[in-house]
Structure formats: C-alpha cells, structure tokens
C-alpha cells in the first residue's frame, strides 16, 4: 500500500455520480506563502478494490489529536499510532 499527501489547491470536480474536491500539488520551486489548511491522503488500494466506489470524509482540526511537544510547538496525529 502507498500513501501520498498534498498541499492543496483546492477546487471542486464533478462527475456523473460523484463529486469531490480535487487537490493539485505545488512543485518544490514554487515558494509557498501560506500554510495548507488541510490534507488529502490518496491510498493505494488492493486490484481487487480499485473499481470501489470512492470514500471521502472530512476532518476538523478539534478531531484529530494533538501532541503537545514543547511550549508553543505540537503535532496532530493524522494516521498510524
């Protein structure tokens, strides 16, 4: 299984049953201004799930947990334990 994530630029595609936000990624020789306010995680699934209809679920930050590491510095836990 693969994973890969994306800082988004976020816009809204639409297909016969579907409807999802799409995210582009930025090459590493552009200088990025701002934060990315949120993810996209892709997975590879195995052959026999790749025709599956497609999952999509959203977050808010408040959901996810956070780590606090040191004064003013933490994490949130997106996947894994």
Known sequence: ???SISIP???IITMSNHTYAHTQTKSLSV???MLPQGF?????????HKMDDPQY????PDRLPY???KDGVGVRVLAGT
């Open 1 to 3: 299984m693969s994973i």
């Open 9 to 11: 630029i976020i816009t």
């Open 31 to 33: 200088t990025i201004t």
């Open 40 to 48: 996209q995680i892709w997975v590879n699934v195995p052959a026999r």
């Open 57 to 60: 679920g959203t977050e808010p």
């Open 67 to 69: 780590i606090n590491i």
